[in-house]
Protein backbone atom coordinates (compact mmCIF):
# COMPACT_ATOMS: atom_id res chain seq x y z
CA UNK A 1 0.00 0.00 0.00
CA UNK A 2 2.76 2.25 0.66
CA UNK A 3 4.45 1.30 -2.49
CA UNK A 4 1.55 2.14 -4.37
CA UNK A 5 0.47 5.53 -2.60
CA UNK A 6 4.11 6.95 -3.29
CA UNK A 7 3.75 5.99 -7.06
CA UNK A 8 0.42 7.66 -7.02
CA UNK A 9 2.12 10.76 -5.60
CA UNK A 10 4.82 10.87 -7.90
CA UNK A 11 3.13 10.58 -11.17
CA UNK A 12 0.52 13.57 -10.05
CA UNK A 13 3.54 15.35 -9.39
CA UNK A 14 4.98 14.82 -12.59
CA UNK A 15 1.49 15.27 -13.89
CA UNK A 16 1.33 19.19 -12.06
CA UNK A 17 4.51 19.98 -13.29
CA UNK A 18 3.70 18.91 -17.15
CA UNK A 19 0.57 21.26 -16.84
CA UNK A 20 2.68 23.80 -15.40
CA UNK A 21 5.23 23.79 -18.54
CA UNK A 22 2.32 23.49 -21.03
CA UNK A 23 0.11 26.96 -19.19
CA UNK A 24 3.90 28.77 -18.96
CA UNK A 25 4.44 27.85 -22.50
CA UNK A 26 0.56 29.19 -23.77
CA UNK A 27 1.17 32.09 -21.61
CA UNK A 28 4.68 33.08 -23.39
CA UNK A 29 2.96 32.39 -26.66
CA UNK A 30 0.05 34.48 -26.18
CA UNK A 31 2.14 37.63 -24.57
CA UNK A 32 4.66 37.24 -27.75
CA UNK A 33 2.06 37.07 -30.09
CA UNK A 34 -0.59 39.38 -28.85
CA UNK A 35 1.90 42.01 -27.23
CA UNK A 36 5.34 41.85 -29.69
CA UNK A 37 2.75 41.32 -33.00
CA UNK A 38 1.28 44.84 -32.08
CA UNK A 39 4.83 46.22 -32.03
CA UNK A 40 7.11 47.30 -34.16
CA UNK A 41 10.12 45.43 -34.53
CA UNK A 42 12.95 47.45 -32.72
CA UNK A 43 9.94 48.08 -30.05
CA UNK A 44 9.47 44.80 -28.94
CA UNK A 45 13.15 44.14 -28.90
CA UNK A 46 13.57 46.69 -26.70
CA UNK A 47 10.34 45.64 -24.56
CA UNK A 48 11.78 42.17 -24.67
CA UNK A 49 15.18 43.03 -23.45
CA UNK A 50 13.33 45.73 -20.75
CA UNK A 51 11.25 42.63 -19.23
CA UNK A 52 14.35 40.36 -19.23
CA UNK A 53 16.35 42.81 -17.65
CA UNK A 54 13.65 43.27 -14.56
CA UNK A 55 13.19 39.66 -14.23
CA UNK A 56 17.04 38.87 -14.24
CA UNK A 57 16.90 42.15 -11.50
CA UNK A 58 14.49 41.14 -9.65
CA UNK A 59 15.60 37.51 -9.03
CA UNK A 60 18.92 39.39 -7.81
CA UNK A 61 17.28 41.42 -5.21
CA UNK A 62 15.63 38.23 -4.13
CA UNK A 63 18.98 36.17 -3.84
CA UNK A 64 20.60 39.07 -1.66
CA UNK A 65 17.47 39.13 0.61
CA UNK A 66 17.94 35.38 1.19
CA UNK A 67 21.79 36.23 1.45
CA UNK A 68 21.09 38.62 4.36
CA UNK A 69 18.07 36.84 6.13
CA UNK A 70 20.43 33.50 6.12
CA UNK A 71 23.30 35.95 7.65
CA UNK A 72 20.79 36.97 10.12
CA UNK A 73 20.10 33.37 11.03
CA UNK A 74 23.58 32.23 11.75
CA UNK A 75 24.32 35.76 13.88
CA UNK A 76 20.84 34.68 15.93
CA UNK A 77 22.63 31.60 16.51
CA UNK A 78 26.11 32.80 17.44
CA UNK A 79 24.08 35.06 19.77
CA UNK A 80 22.22 32.62 21.23
CA UNK A 81 25.16 29.80 21.91
CA UNK A 82 26.87 33.34 23.34
CA UNK A 83 24.10 34.26 25.63
CA UNK A 84 23.76 30.14 26.84
CA UNK A 85 27.08 30.38 27.77
CA UNK A 86 27.17 33.40 29.71
CA UNK A 87 23.99 31.75 31.74
CA UNK A 88 25.92 28.85 32.38
CA UNK A 89 28.65 30.43 33.65
CA UNK A 90 27.09 33.16 35.84
CA UNK A 91 24.73 30.67 37.34
CA UNK A 92 27.89 27.90 38.23
CA UNK A 93 29.29 31.06 39.74
CA UNK A 94 26.35 31.76 41.80
CA UNK A 95 25.91 28.08 43.03
CA UNK A 96 29.49 28.21 43.77
CA UNK A 97 29.16 31.19 46.46
CA UNK A 98 26.12 29.26 47.07
CA UNK A 99 28.46 26.59 48.55
CA UNK A 100 31.05 28.39 49.91
CA UNK A 101 33.47 28.01 46.68
CA UNK A 102 34.94 30.84 44.98
CA UNK A 103 36.56 31.26 41.58
CA UNK A 104 35.68 31.54 37.94
CA UNK A 105 37.55 29.63 35.48
CA UNK A 106 39.42 32.21 33.71
CA UNK A 107 39.36 30.56 30.20
CA UNK A 108 35.53 30.48 30.17
CA UNK A 109 35.26 34.11 30.82
CA UNK A 110 37.92 34.66 28.64
CA UNK A 111 35.93 32.80 25.64
CA UNK A 112 32.61 33.54 27.35
CA UNK A 113 33.90 37.68 26.51
CA UNK A 114 35.47 36.91 22.93
CA UNK A 115 31.82 35.69 22.04
CA UNK A 116 30.24 38.74 23.52
CA UNK A 117 32.61 41.33 21.99
CA UNK A 118 31.84 39.30 18.58
CA UNK A 119 28.55 39.04 18.98
CA UNK A 120 26.39 40.96 21.88
CA UNK A 121 24.55 44.22 21.54
CA UNK A 122 26.74 46.82 22.97
CA UNK A 123 23.82 47.35 25.63
CA UNK A 124 24.55 43.81 26.53
CA UNK A 125 28.35 44.52 26.66
CA UNK A 126 27.98 47.67 28.56
CA UNK A 127 25.69 45.86 31.36
CA UNK A 128 28.52 42.75 31.09
CA UNK A 129 31.51 45.14 32.04
CA UNK A 130 29.16 46.82 35.15
CA UNK A 131 28.31 43.33 36.50
CA UNK A 132 31.87 42.45 35.88
CA UNK A 133 33.25 45.28 37.86
CA UNK A 134 30.57 44.69 40.64
CA UNK A 135 31.52 41.01 40.89
CA UNK A 136 35.23 42.17 41.17
CA UNK A 137 34.77 45.62 43.90
CA UNK A 138 32.22 43.47 45.93
CA UNK A 139 31.38 39.86 46.80
CA UNK A 140 28.75 37.31 44.03
CA UNK A 141 26.41 37.10 47.01
CA UNK A 142 26.15 41.12 46.77
CA UNK A 143 22.48 41.79 45.85
CA UNK A 144 23.96 44.37 43.41
CA UNK A 145 25.77 41.83 41.42
CA UNK A 146 22.44 39.50 41.56
CA UNK A 147 20.67 42.92 40.22
CA UNK A 148 23.10 43.73 37.28
CA UNK A 149 22.98 39.85 36.63
CA UNK A 150 19.44 40.46 35.73
CA UNK A 151 19.56 43.27 33.97
CA UNK A 152 22.37 41.14 31.79
CA UNK A 153 19.38 39.04 31.17
CA UNK A 154 16.78 41.27 30.75
CA UNK A 155 19.14 43.10 27.68
CA UNK A 156 19.70 40.14 26.28
CA UNK A 157 15.92 39.11 26.26
CA UNK A 158 15.78 42.29 24.22
CA UNK A 159 18.13 41.22 21.93
CA UNK A 160 16.92 37.81 21.14
CA UNK A 161 13.59 40.02 20.28
CA UNK A 162 11.39 38.25 23.56
CA UNK A 163 9.91 40.30 25.56
CA UNK A 164 9.92 41.61 28.51
CA UNK A 165 6.70 43.23 28.69
CA UNK A 166 5.20 41.08 32.63
CA UNK A 167 8.42 40.71 33.83
CA UNK A 168 10.14 43.08 35.98
CA UNK A 169 13.94 42.91 37.67
CA UNK A 170 12.57 42.98 41.15
CA UNK A 171 11.23 39.44 40.34
CA UNK A 172 13.33 37.63 39.10
CA UNK A 173 16.08 38.78 41.24
CA UNK A 174 13.27 37.17 43.96
CA UNK A 175 13.47 34.19 41.28
CA UNK A 176 17.19 34.12 41.42
CA UNK A 177 17.56 34.71 45.31
CA UNK A 178 15.00 31.80 45.48
CA UNK A 179 17.06 29.62 43.16
CA UNK A 180 20.62 30.07 44.88
CA UNK A 181 18.84 29.06 48.24
CA UNK A 182 17.17 26.09 46.73
CA UNK A 183 21.08 24.88 46.13
CA UNK A 184 22.49 25.86 49.31
CA UNK A 185 19.85 23.70 50.63
CA UNK A 186 17.77 26.45 52.64
Avoid at 135 to 163: C, N, W, Y
Wanted: hydrophobic residues 50%; proline residues 2%.
Amino acid sequence: MNFISQLLSVVFGIALLGLLGVGIYYAFNFVTENLFASLDPQLSAITAIAAATLLISSCIIASALRGSQRDIHVLNIKKRLAYEQFIQIWRKVFWQNSQQQTGIDASDLQELEKQFILWANPKIIQAYIKLRQLAAETHFSDPKVRAQFIKVLMEIRKDLGLSNLGLNEQELLKWSEDFRDHLAGR
